[in-house]
């Protein structure tokens, strides 16, 4: 009796890492984007204790070894003066009151451009902005852009409009350290943001697009856009 040899059995390719990496990632991904959606919900109520961006900067400081001091200070949106409301509105997003969360129109002029080479402005909504800012700070890249679409939606409808442009008005950058508007008046114009008046209002607009770069009283071509936007906008 003759013992025949084993035969080679082909084994399936080791899969047992793969899936339950990917699953765990799908559950992180989920998760996180759960508790933004939740976060948004809360802010529709509580008022955002620091941002994405406010964490960057505090970070890159300590890189850099430069000093670092916040002025922060979150005030209702009846204690910003309408003037700065309306410009902030004119020069960042100028169909705030029209759009669900995103500009098509500014979406496709901004495409055009870019296929032409000649890109001169960006199509970001002022809710977009909030998103970015609450939690994904200021870097760029397509995931980025991917994740904030998903949330823009969840910001106009749990909070409304008047509720975006306060949280934005809040949080937002104005310079080194300078987040929201009372903070940016007092430390250019030394009054709080109630009495900030027409022009310097359209000033402190200008300098948004780059707080780390610009100053209100160097932004006078562009403050005089924006006070004609204004006037086009009756305001």
């Not at 964490?55 to 309408?82: C, D, E, M, N």
């Not at 200021?138 to 509720?163: D, H, Q, W, Y």
């Not at 071509?221 to 204004?230: C, F, G, P, Q, V």
Request: charged letters at 20%; a positive charge.
């Amino acid at each position: 009796m003759t013992a025949t040899p084993d035969t080679p059995t082909n084994t399936p390719p080791r899969t047992g890492f793969l899936r339950p990496f990917l699953r765990w990632l799908v559950i992180g991904v989920v998760s996180l984007w759960l508790l933004a959606a939740l976060t948004l919900v809360a802010a529709r109520w509580i008022n955002p204790p620091t941002t994405a961006v406010h964490i960057q900067r505090r970070l890159q400081a300590w890189i850099h070894h430069t000093p670092y001091h916040v002025r922060y200070k979150f005030i209702p949106l009846g204690q910003i003066s309408p003037d700065l409301q309306h410009a902030v509105i004119a020069a960042e997003d100028s169909r705030f009151y029209q759009h669900h969360g995103f500009d098509w129109h500014e979406i496709q002029i901004a495409a055009g451009d870019d296929l032409e080479g000649d890109r001169t402005r960006g199509a970001s909504t002022i809710t977009q902005q909030l998103v970015k800012n609450l939690f994904f700070g200021t870097g760029r890249s397509f995931l980025r852009k991917g994740a904030e679409a998903t949330l823009v939606p969840v910001a106009e409808i749990v909070l409304g409009k008047k509720r975006i442009l306060e949280l934005y008005l809040n949080v937002v950058e104005w310079g080194p350290g300078i987040y929201g508007a009372d903070s940016a008046c007092r430390y250019y114009d030394e009054i709080p943001a109630q009495n900030i008046g027409r022009e310097q209002a359209a000033r402190l607009a200008a300098i948004l697009p780059a707080p780390l770069k610009r100053r209100p009283e160097r932004m006078n071509n562009y403050s005089a856009i924006i006070l004609k936007r204004m006037d086009r906008m009756g305001w």
